[in-house]
């Protein structure tokens, strides 16, 4: 048995190895350069002498340099479009791209796993915190300042893109619909999945029906209406290959047959796991300019959830409940597609499609369509919320002389604001002088906090609260009250009382 060891491989990285071959070239020894950069010296004079093609050192990497730089340009650009390219969505272009080169998968499953992904990020550190910030805001849900802050930088992008002002035939949207059989218990009820696609000025795109089928049946095949066209995946959910398909050989192929002018605008969610760079590729080839929606938030921005699938799954019940009436069957597949065209063909569906992109406000594009009643709160991590009880008014209040309880009282006010989206603050600042709230009734206990608070402060500093006249009398209050030798707190409890009274102007009278 050979007792020889193995010589320790050593790593040095790209930017290392270009900067000893310059000091070489500069006049720097190979050893020095060697010991300098950790670098074998042999690596060093093969690479001064071309004996070997430039490449990094260790194993073959799956794609080559340009194919893998040409992934972090795609995550770069996609994050401008509001597609959220995380960890799912790289590693799914990976499988795709393989697949679509005929190349030889070393993957398990076909898919890129841990090992791959950390090498890759490794490889290119400067998408990490893309990937990181991209896969963060997926779990997260926007509020209210979120939302209108994408439709800020929605407009500003359409507007550099020259696609701003496009008619309402040119502005698309696709989702995925789900319907359900009613032959089985709800457990074991078999899911239908539909994808549609709809522009704002009420045309609706031959759906595509998926099946989870490796050989679909010719009745099938046979049941498609004019138009339509169905795929399948393993699962019978969409996959990456299927979106592909519907947009390069559905959805181009029926605008070219409708004569729709491109540009076009089509809105997808924008966290899917079916986002690919082929995809990308090809609608940039294309003309098709995909923009995503904010994560979470379909059922507010995505015009076909607005007021066409509602619609659809509730005359899809009717229409299945009657059709196993008159037939039992224990496979829907073969019936899918009538059953389906009979309940579009009954449907308001031009109305129906403008009335969702005008209620999401993606056409006309405006924020103010939307109802942000229905828009969750965002929540805080726990590393961010103030060690102060934001409900203790009795320690923020309490009778305290000098610097101390005006520090306070800032740093309370200042975390309280930075808990409010800006819309609210300035909401909250107009307000501030109204006997009363007639906001929103749950913003209600917020804003008299708030404005207790913020008074509090401006009291101490005898500075404005929001106006020269509010400040004015708050100061000659206390000065009535300092000629009867009344206590301070006692002031500011008389200027400020609970939410559910108004100001007391008539101290200064008395």
């Given at each position: 048995m050979s007792t020889k060891s193995k010589r320790p491989r050593l790593l040095y990285s790209r930017e290392a190895l270009e900067e000893a071959i310059a000091d070489i070239k500069a006049g720097m020894p190979v050893k020095t350069a060697s010991e300098k950069y950790q670098i074998p010296r042999t690596t060093l004079h093969n690479k001064m002498t071309a004996r070997y093609a430039d490449k990094r050192p260790g194993p073959e990497t799956v794609l080559t340099t340009a194919e893998e730089n040409a992934?972090?340009?795609?995550?770069?650009?996609?994050?401008?479009?509001?597609?959220?390219?995380?960890?799912?969505?790289?590693?799914?272009?990976?499988?795709?791209?393989?697949?679509?080169?005929?190349?030889?998968?070393?993957?398990?499953?076909?898919?890129?796993?841990?090992?791959?992904?950390?090498?890759?990020?490794?490889?290119?550190?400067?998408?990490?915190?893309?990937i990181n910030e991209n896969s963060g805001f997926v779990k997260t849900c926007a509020d209210e300042a979120d939302i209108r802050n994408w439709f800020h930088e929605l407009s500003s992008y359409l507007e550099q893109k020259r696609l701003l002002d496009i008619p309402a035939s040119r502005i698309f949207a696709a989702e995925m619909c789900v319907l359900f059989s009613m032959n089985a218990d709800d457990e074991d009820r078999e899911k239908i999945y539909v994808q549609m696609a709809g522009s704002a000025d009420g045309c609706l795109v031959p759906p595509m029906l998926l099946f989870d089928n490796e050989r679909l049946p010719s009745k099938i095949y046979q049941s498609l209406p004019r138009g339509w066209t169905c795929s399948k995946s393993d699962d019978g959910c969409m996959k990456p290959e299927n979106f592909y398909e519907y947009v390069t050989q559905h959805f181009k192929k029926w605008l070219v047959k409708r004569k729709v002018d491109f540009p076009v605008v089509l809105f997808v969610d924008g966290k899917a796991p079916y986002l690919t760079l082929s995809l990308s590729n090809f609608c940039l080839r294309n003309k098709i300019q995909l923009i995503g929606l904010l994560p979470n938030l379909s059922h507010i921005l995505q015009p076909l959830n607005k007021e066409l699938f509602p619609s659809v799954k509730e005359a899809w019940k009717k229409t299945l409940e009657f059709h196993l009436q008159k037939e039992a069957t224990n496979s829907l597949k073969e019936y899918v597609a009538p059953l389906l065209k009979s309940v579009l063909d009954d449907l308001q569906i031009d109305q129906l499609l403008i009335n969702g992109f005008l209620t999401t406000g993606l056409h006309p594009l405006t924020e103010d369509a939307l109802n942000y009643d229905k828009v969750p709160k965002k929540i805080l991590p726990k590393s961010e919320i103030p060690e102060f009880d934001p409900y203790n008014l009795n320690e923020i209040f309490q009778v305290e002389e000098g610097e101390q309880h005006l520090e306070k009282c800032m740093n309370v006010l200042n975390h309280l604001e930075q808990?409010?989206?800006?819309?609210?603050?300035?909401?909250?600042?107009?307000?501030?002088?109204?006997?009363?709230?007639?906001?929103?009734?749950?913003?209600?206990?917020?804003?008299?906090?708030?404005?207790?608070?913020?008074?509090?402060?401006?009291?101490?500093?005898?500075?404005?609260?929001?106006?020269?006249?509010?400040?004015?009398?708050?100061?000659?209050?206390?000065?009535?009250?300092?000629s009867t030798n009344e206590s301070r707190a006692d002031i500011v409890e008389i200027i400020i009382e609970d939410s559910e009274k108004e100001y007391s102007t008539e101290i200064i009278e008395s």
């Amino acid at each position: 048995m050979s007792t020889k060891s193995k010589r320790p491989r050593l790593l040095y990285s790209r930017e290392a190895l270009e900067e000893a071959i310059a000091d070489i070239k500069a006049g720097m020894p190979v050893k020095t350069a060697s010991e300098k950069y950790q670098i074998p010296r042999t690596t060093l004079h093969n690479k001064m002498t071309a004996r070997y093609a430039d490449k990094r050192p260790g194993p073959e990497t799956v794609l080559t340099t340009a194919e893998e730089n040409a992934l972090v340009q795609w995550i770069a650009n996609s994050s401008k479009q509001g597609l959220m390219v995380g960890k799912q969505q790289l590693v799914n272009s990976v499988a795709f791209l393989v697949k679509t080169l005929n190349r030889e998968n070393p993957f398990s499953n076909g898919r890129p796993g841990r090992h791959w992904y950390q090498s890759f990020l490794r490889r290119h550190k400067d998408i990490v915190s893309r990937i990181n910030e991209n896969s963060g805001f997926v779990k997260t849900c926007a509020d209210e300042a979120d939302i209108r802050n994408w439709f800020h930088e929605l407009s500003s992008y359409l507007e550099q893109k020259r696609l701003l002002d496009i008619p309402a035939s040119r502005i698309f949207a696709a989702e995925m619909c789900v319907l359900f059989s009613m032959n089985a218990d709800d457990e074991d009820r078999e899911k239908i999945y539909v994808q549609m696609a709809g522009s704002a000025d009420g045309c609706l795109v031959p759906p595509m029906l998926l099946f989870d089928n490796e050989r679909l049946p010719s009745k099938i095949y046979q049941s498609l209406p004019r138009g339509w066209t169905c795929s399948k995946s393993d699962d019978g959910c969409m996959k990456p290959e299927n979106f592909y398909e519907y947009v390069t050989q559905h959805f181009k192929k029926w605008l070219v047959k409708r004569k729709v002018d491109f540009p076009v605008v089509l809105f997808v969610d924008g966290k899917a796991p079916y986002l690919t760079l082929s995809l990308s590729n090809f609608c940039l080839r294309n003309k098709i300019q995909l923009i995503g929606l904010l994560p979470n938030l379909s059922h507010i921005l995505q015009p076909l959830n607005k007021e066409l699938f509602p619609s659809v799954k509730e005359a899809w019940k009717k229409t299945l409940e009657f059709h196993l009436q008159k037939e039992a069957t224990n496979s829907l597949k073969e019936y899918v597609a009538p059953l389906l065209k009979s309940v579009l063909d009954d449907l308001q569906i031009d109305q129906l499609l403008i009335n969702g992109f005008l209620t999401t406000g993606l056409h006309p594009l405006t924020e103010d369509a939307l109802n942000y009643d229905k828009v969750p709160k965002k929540i805080l991590p726990k590393s961010e919320i103030p060690e102060f009880d934001p409900y203790n008014l009795n320690e923020i209040f309490q009778v305290e002389e000098g610097e101390q309880h005006l520090e306070k009282c800032m740093n309370v006010l200042n975390h309280l604001e930075q808990w409010l989206s800006s819309s609210k603050l300035e909401i909250f600042n107009e307000a501030f002088d109204h006997e009363k709230w007639t906001g929103r009734i749950e913003d209600k206990s917020l804003f008299y906090y708030w404005r207790k608070v913020k008074t509090e402060v401006a009291y101490l500093n005898f500075e404005p609260a929001k106006s020269d006249t509010s400040c004015e009398t708050v100061i000659v209050e206390a000065d009535v009250h300092s000629s009867t030798n009344e206590s301070r707190a006692d002031i500011v409890e008389i200027i400020i009382e609970d939410s559910e009274k108004e100001y007391s102007t008539e101290i200064i009278e008395s």
